[in-house]
């Protein structure tokens, strides 16, 4: 689940932005004064945004971002006049902040984070050469045993993993085993 963090050198400014947010419907899971505190509960959670003010005083937003987690992201709240001195690709809002563009901001920002969340967990993991060894190995007894070519012989093992509800590689293990124990 994501987390909203705020961080604000004052602590009525940051507790400002979090009764905003969740007036919105975006819960906050940490309201800080600095941004090592903030850092240490992004490091507690999943992912995440962490608004963050300019004015910190204990680290530069430059080297936060540094240590930010991998799945978390920086919404910078900065004066006009600083932001022409920001680097390309940091997602920043300006004062006076108006409402609406912070919380459409976080919403974009957290919906963002949820895909690229259900992208990464739909990725299957790699196999092992282990694995592929069995895989292999079974492909290449069908193909010498029922005279199959490599594509149907994959699509064989890959049918039979379907219907009987194992992964490829334990599929493989079985129709080794019944060829060499037959």
């Known amino acids: ?40 509960f992004a ?12 004015r910190v005083s204990d680290m530069h937003y ?5 240590y930010l987690p991998e799945y978390f992201e920086m919404l910078l709240l900065i004066s006009p006049a600083e932001a022409e001195n920001c680097p390309s690709g940091v997602m920043m809002l300006t004062y006076p902040v108006k409402p609406g563009d912070l919380a459409g901001t976080v919403e974009m920002m957290l919906s963002q984070q949820q895909r690229r969340l259900k992208r990464k967990k739909a990725i299957p993991p790699k196999r092992t050469q282990r694995e592929q060894n ?3 190995n079974a492909k290449w007894v069908l193909m ?8 149907e012989a994959f699509r064989y093992i890959q049918k039979c993993s379907m219907d009987s509800g194992t992964n490829m590689v334990e599929t493989a293990q079985m129709i080794l085993l019944l060829i060499y124990d037959g």
């Open 1 to 40: 689940m994501s987390s909203v963090i705020v961080v604000s050198p004052k602590l009525e400014d940051a507790k400002q932005i979090q009764n905003l947010l969740n007036r919105r419907g975006i819960g906050t899971a940490a309201v800080c004064t600095t941004a090592s505190a903030a850092l240490s």
């Open 62 to 66: 430059t080297q936060a971002a540094e």
């Open 144 to 151: 010498e045993r029922n005279h199959m070519t490599e594509p």
């Open 43 to 54: 490091h507690q959670m999943e992912s995440g945004v962490v608004i963050f003010s300019y």
């Open 134 to 136: 069995y895989i292999n």
